[in-house]
């Protein structure tokens, strides 16, 4: 449960300089980066600590609500980070111990994010819990107001049912477009998601099936 969670009255009251050190200034008090990428129900990280070295010049949050595996996290980035402390690397990345399907707008400004991923998500099998899912038309409008025009939204299931729901609400809302199995085959962050993250893997060793739908945010029209 996440009733003892705490958040950010709005993004500015986020202490992002807890997460992210290396990038806070500490004559202007401010951060010279905000997060672009996150990666939402990250798990064990697997993808989010490929991003960090996939995309050195931004900053990647994974969201987790369990508190143990976020704190597997947290210590996977503090050994990285201080592995490869010369080379100054996985300083990017960071992981939030939050629930996604509440307040995002709290964490992040208005077209803050470029890319946001969901990496087999909880499927919630039954008819009566699909409102438990991740992916529904009223958290796509929160999704769509953090994420910037032409910022992406990157899903992957094995689960075909969830697959077919995350694409049909995707696709039935106004606010985004569909990419193309051509446009998937030539980006670096499918290719990543298809193999880098723990469940993927999973998957991979049982021989299951990976379905993928990505899309993209388009420009909210001049009378919204
Ligand atoms: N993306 C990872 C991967 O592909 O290996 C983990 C997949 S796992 C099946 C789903 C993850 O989402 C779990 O770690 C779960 O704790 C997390 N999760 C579920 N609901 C969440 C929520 N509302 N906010 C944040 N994380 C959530």
């Given at each position: 449960?996440?009733?003892?969670?705490?958040?950010?009255?709005?993004?500015s009251?986020?202490?992002?300089?807890?997460?992210?050190?290396?990038?806070?200034?500490?004559?202007?008090?401010?951060?010279?980066?905000?997060?672009?990428?996150a990666?939402?129900?990250?798990g064990?990280?697997?993808l989010?600590?490929?991003?960090?070295t996939?995309?050195p010049?931004?900053?990647?949050?994974?969201?987790?609500?369990?508190?143990?595996?976020?704190?597997?996290?947290?210590?996977?980035?503090?050994?990285?980070?201080e592995?490869?402390k010369?080379a100054?690397?996985?300083?990017?990345?960071?992981?939030l111990r939050?629930?996604?399907?509440?307040?995002?707008p709290?964490f992040f400004?208005?077209?803050q994010?470029?890319?946001?991923?969901?990496?087999?998500?909880?499927?919630?099998?039954?008819?009566?819990?699909?409102?438990a899912?991740?992916?529904?038309?009223?958290?796509?409008?929160e999704?769509?107001?953090?994420l910037?025009?032409g910022?992406?939204i990157?899903?992957?299931?094995?689960?075909e049912?969830?697959?077919?729901w995350?694409?049909k609400?995707?696709?039935?809302?106004p606010?985004?477009?569909r990419k193309s199995?051509?446009?998937?085959?030539?980006d670096?962050?499918?290719?990543?998601?298809?193999?880098?993250?723990?469940?993927?893997?999973k998957?991979?060793?049982?021989?299951?099936?990976?379905y993928?739908?990505c899309?993209?945010r388009?420009?909210?029209?001049?009378?919204?």
């Amino acid at each position: 449960s996440d009733h003892r969670l705490d958040y950010p009255q709005e993004p500015s009251c986020m202490e992002w300089q807890k997460l992210y050190p290396h990038y806070f200034d500490e004559t202007t008090g401010t951060m010279s980066k905000n997060v672009e990428i996150a990666d939402i129900g990250c798990g064990y990280g697997g993808l989010l600590i490929q991003l960090a070295t996939a995309f050195p010049e931004k900053l990647s949050l994974g969201m987790e609500i369990r508190v143990q595996v976020t704190q597997y996290v947290e210590d996977r980035i503090i050994a990285l980070r201080e592995q490869n402390k010369d080379a100054e690397q996985y300083q990017n990345v960071a992981v939030l111990r939050g629930n996604a399907m509440k307040f995002t707008p709290n964490f992040f400004f208005k077209g803050q994010l470029s890319k946001m991923f969901f990496c087999f998500p909880d499927p919630h099998f039954k008819q009566r819990k699909h409102k438990a899912r991740i992916i529904t038309s009223t958290l796509l409008s929160e999704y769509a107001y953090v994420l910037r025009e032409g910022g992406i939204i990157y899903t992957i299931t094995d689960v075909e049912d969830l697959h077919k729901w995350m694409a049909k609400h995707l696709e039935e809302h106004p606010l985004f477009e569909r990419k193309s199995v051509e446009w998937e085959k030539n980006d670096k962050c499918v290719q990543l998601m298809m193999n880098s993250t723990e469940e993927g893997q999973k998957v991979e060793r049982n021989k299951g099936s990976k379905y993928v739908a990505c899309f993209e945010r388009l420009p909210t029209p001049e009378d919204c």
